[in-house]
């Protein structure tokens, strides 16, 4: 079975340009996570998709993220315009949704905003 | 709003030698699931183990074992016979149900190395 999938590994812009990753969960699963994670902390949870639904953006920074899964399947997460604190590792997670599910991640973007 | 602590920034460990790693967490919730994930340098963060907070048995999955006290809201993994391999950052999170899915909250790991 193949795992989440993450392009692109690694991406540098400066600061005000623009960035989109994608991510394309493990294949029936319909709950779909994007965290952040800054060096030396954890992953913070931006966004969780159940289907093609938001079932919790609250942590996403709206002013300048945003994130989308049309058809239920993969996602995009795009940042317009980056700021230096976006560099972070931008994690991919799926699970399926039958209650108590493990969450599977992918390797992740690593993000330099210079 | 939940909370996982991880008091010890890094730990050794000699190989095949035994190790624990601490975890306390904070929540208001009655139903919750506490995790732990190994990320390796290459990023990607690799599910170890699941405790749920009704399981009266601790959870055990091969070398891994998860040592539960909810009393005092700990919950550490214990890895036996440390292997090289194991060296990497190590992640508790609590989970809470939302929407039919977990919402993980992360504490901010413990860097493991294993010494040969």
């Known amino acids: 079975e193949a795992g989440v999938a993450q392009s692109p590994r690694y991406k540098i812009i400066e600061k005000r340009q623009s960035v989109a990753f994608w991510c394309n969960p493990i294949s029936g699963h319909a709950t779909l996570y994007w965290y952040q994670q800054i060096l030396g902390q954890g992953p913070k949870l931006l966004i969780q998709?159940?289907?093609?639904?938001?079932?919790?953006d609250s942590q996403l920074p709206k002013d300048r993220f945003s994130a989308e899964r049309l058809k239920g399947v993969d996602s995009t997460l795009k940042i317009q315009p980056a700021k230096l604190e976006d560099s972070a590792v931008y994690l991919c997670a799926s699970s399926v949704q039958r209650g108590r599910e493990t969450q599977y991640f992918g390797p992740g973007t690593r993000l330099l905003v210079l | 709003a939940q909370k996982i602590t991880q008091t010890q920034p890094g730990m050794f460990v000699q190989e095949k030698e035994a190790v624990t790693l601490d975890c306390t967490y904070d929540t208001s919730d009655q139903s919750y699931g506490l995790f732990w994930y190994k990320q390796p340098s290459s990023g990607e963060m690799i599910f170890l183990i699941y405790q749920g907070s009704y399981d009266e048995q601790n959870a055990t999955e091969g070398r891994y074992s998860l040592n539960f006290q909810k009393a005092r809201k700990s919950a550490n993994l214990v890895i036996s016979a440390s292997q090289l391999g194991d060296s990497a950052m190590y992640f508790c999170?609590?989970?809470?149900?939302?929407?039919?899915?977990?919402?993980?909250?992360f504490g901010k790991g413990t860097k493991l190395t294993v010494n040969p």
């Open positions: 998709f159940q289907n093609n639904g938001v079932v919790d």
């Open positions: 999170a609590i989970g809470s149900p939302q929407g039919g899915s977990e919402k993980l909250v």
